[in-house]
């Protein structure tokens, strides 16, 4: 293996952990927190490449095993952070799965120290690089479709993790072929390489304000709107509005599409599906009522990209689903979410649908320059 390679990789590795960690830092998000953990371990992997530069020698006899041990590591944490940024938590279906790779891994680890496959190398190395490759994939999978702007030095991110966790998959029966292992090495070196460079884009040169082809700004006070329909709106803030924003609504998928444009991105509230609908602009997102938790981390993460403006106008469906007071409580927490990203609150509403209770409460809250 070309030294230039084995540098290039090693370094790779020490940017994308540092890179990672910064953003942990800034965000003091859990799920930052746990890929900055598996990204350093992945930076003091036991491979005689990284641990030689540093006087370190590793012994024959130990080596089958330790080098193992990371993997399962890196396989545990990886898809914990992924899941994270996902959803803002852990349910109890994921930690049915991370339990599983625990015990996956504490099993694999055993028979490995009782010597149970013979010394059989492809066997030997098969979980752990299924554990590794298939975590990197998925923690790919995710920051591509819910974390990472669409722009193509963020895409780097999650792209150079995908094409490293494919090249994982392939090392049990890759390894032993040498002109194989020569260029997976060479390939994941330059996968290692693009996820740093595109982690420092996304972190350190993050898009501070999403830009739009022949579409006219509207610069909107700050604050918090309340109005009776979406024309309402448009016609006292201006088209704009729909153009660059992150939206809680209750129309279909395809009215959605043809209504909001730019770079905005739409939470249909449903619970006929979960999931992305559409990920072209504008970005459809299907998200069941009883998720406001996880919705609210995921405006969250739309205001970090620069999105100041959030429009809903699926309260009534939510009083419906959860009960006007978790509704309410999301919808507080969103509105002081936006306002100290220095951006909007756009409520459409219908006052006729509440008690009178509950429309002085939106009208404090949400009335104040809006049209009621």
């Known amino acids: 293996m070309a030294d230039w390679v084995a540098l290039l990789n090693f370094l790779s590795r020490w940017a994308l952990f540092a890179a990672v960690m910064y953003k942990a830092y800034q965000t003091r998000d859990k799920g930052w927190a746990l890929l900055s953990i598996a990204f350093f371990i992945d930076a003091l992997n036991i491979e005689s490449y990284i641990f030689g530069p540093l006087g370190i020698k590793i012994p024959a006899c130990v080596y089958p095993l330790a080098s193992k041990i990371p993997n399962f590591y890196i396989g545990l944490l990886l898809p914990w952070g992924a899941v994270h940024l996902k959803n803002g938590k852990t349910s109890f279906r994921h930690v049915i799965y991370l339990g599983t790779i625990v015990v996956v891994s504490y099993v694999w680890l055993f028979l490995l120290a009782i010597n149970a496959f013979g010394g059989n190398f492809v066997v030997d190395s098969s979980v752990s690089s299924l554990v590794l490759g298939g975590a990197m994939i998925y923690a790919g999978y995710v920051l591509w479709g819910n974390v990472v702007s669409t722009r193509l030095w963020d895409r780097l991110f999650p792209a150079g993790l995908i094409l490293v966790g494919a090249l994982n998959l392939t090392y049990p029966v890759g390894r032993p072929v040498e002109w194989y292992s020569t260029m997976a090495f060479f390939l994941a070196a330059l996968g290692r390489l693009s996820s740093a460079v595109g982690a420092l884009f996304f972190v350190f040169y993050p898009i501070k304000e999403p830009e739009h082809e022949g579409e006219i700004r509207t610069e909107v006070t700050p604050g918090a709107y309340l109005f009776g329909s979406m024309e309402e709106a448009i016609k006292k803030l201006g088209k704009g509005i729909l153009s660059s924003c992150a939206a809680v609504v209750r ?58 403006i959030v429009y809903v106008d699926a309260l009534e469906y939510l009083k419906n689903e959860v009960g006007f007071n978790t509704a309410i409580r999301f919808l507080l927490a969103v509105k002081d979410m936006a306002i100290s990203h220095d951006g909007t609150m756009i409520l459409v509403v219908n006052l006729n649908a509440f008690d009178e209770k509950e429309r002085k409460l939106l009208i404090k809250e949400f009335g104040e320059g809006g049209s009621l």
């Not at 395809?254 to 444009?261: C, I, L």
């Not at 299907?286 to 993460?301: C, H, Y």
């Open 251 to 308: 129309i279909d998928p395809e009215k959605a599409a043809s209504v909001f444009h730019g770079d905005s991105v739409v939470f249909w509230v449903t619970k006929v599906k979960d999931g992305i609908i559409r990920d072209e602009h504008p970005r459809i997102i299907a998200i069941e009522p009883q998720k406001l938790g996880i919705l609210q981390d995921l405006i969250s993460k739309e205001l970090e990209k620069g999105y100041r």
